[in-house]
């Protein structure tokens, strides 16, 4: 998801539509024997990147399993569905008692849980999740959906009854940045209409240079949806060198370089849902989970704000 909140990014058909879950060693799964509470429980971590929303996701699983007594192994993916598949591989071959993934693509997170299920070994996602609610431990979930309509209605009524052009700057086709797209898109009102949507590969440089290329093809734009804060700082790059300070540049995430960015007035508006909070919960809840504790929540989602100037004081820590 944020970096991102990213992170991300990051990734999927709806974050919400898991329940129940279990593993087998096949691609049916049945319900998992709870582990010993009394167990020393080793975890994996596969995640996705290095930008922002991925490393301090990481730093928060980190330090909870610590205060967990759980042993963590990462594994770097790198943006690579190959490698993310070799690393879930190599997590089954050290006999983790789960698999966490915070995932490159639909692709890879669908190979991984197939994967995994035929290993008999659960697998929990963080972010988003669009498999089977059959085949998962649980996830740990953005709602990405609701981050696109929040931004997409809040630019809605900012136009009002003017009408404007409007662009996007996504993170990489697939996964998390779809979901957010299409409910950006179906909650802009009928007087804003996106005129140019290209990735940028949740890269900052990347992003600036997409930038350049929408004021030279649409000088007209007057808001820009970028999916993370890393990316929007690049597109602000962009647009300032061009001495276009016209332009509201709305985003998700909730960094501080993004919250300074909303007080400065230099992003209108962003939505925060932090690392910190996924990764406390993923390793909370995979725990509840292998233990069969009471009250545990399969599918948790992380919560979300929307931050603009007017509450920039009141949003989450972003990391650890």
């Not at 849980?113 to 059959?134: C, E, H, M, W």
């Not at 136009?159 to 802009?188: E, H, Q, Y």
Request: glycine residues 8%.
């Amino acid at each position: 998801m944020a970096g991102h909140r990213v992170q991300a990014t990051l990734a999927v058909a709806s974050a919400l539509l898991l329940s129940a879950c279990s593993v087998s060693t096949s691609t049916t799964s049945t319900e998992a024997t709870a582990v010993d509470p009394g167990k020393r429980l080793t975890i994996g971590f596969v995640n996705g990147n290095t930008i922002e929303f991925h490393t301090c996701l990481q730093k928060s699983m980190q330090a909870r399993a610590d205060s967990a007594n759980v042993d963590l192994l990462v594994a770097q993916s790198a943006m690579d569905p190959a490698k993310e598949l070799s690393n879930i591989d190599d997590m089954i071959a050290k006999k983790v008692d789960a698999v966490v993934v915070q995932t490159v693509n639909i692709d890879a997170l669908e190979g991984g849980v197939a994967r995994a299920n035929r290993a008999g070994v659960p697998i929990f996602l963080t972010s988003v999740a669009a498999v089977d609610q059959s085949k998962i431990l649980g996830a740990v979930v953005t709602d990405v959906k609701k981050v696109g309509q929040e931004l997409g209605e809040w630019i809605a009524e900012d136009t009002g009854d003017t009408s404007a052009d409007v662009a996007v700057i996504g993170g990489a086709p697939g996964a998390a940045a779809d979901l957010m797209n299409d409910a950006f898109k179906a909650n802009l009102g009928s007087h804003a209409k996106v005129v140019f949507d290209q990735p940028a590969l949740w890269q900052r440089a990347k992003a600036q240079d997409v930038a350049e290329n929408l004021l030279q093809a649409h000088p007209k734009v007057k808001y820009v949806f970028v999916h993370n804060e890393d990316m929007a700082l690049g597109a602000l790059a962009a647009f300032k060198s061009a001495g276009r300070t016209d332009i509201k540049i709305v985003t998700n995430g909730g960094s501080d370089a993004g919250l300074q960015a909303v007080r400065n007035g230099e992003f209108a508006a962003t939505v925060s849902n932090t690392p910190r909070s996924v990764g406390e919960m993923a390793i909370d809840n995979v725990v509840g989970l292998l233990q069969k504790k009471e009250g545990v929540t399969k599918v948790a989602t992380v919560p979300d704000m929307l931050v603009t100037r007017d509450n920039a004081d009141e949003a989450p820590p972003y990391c650890l």
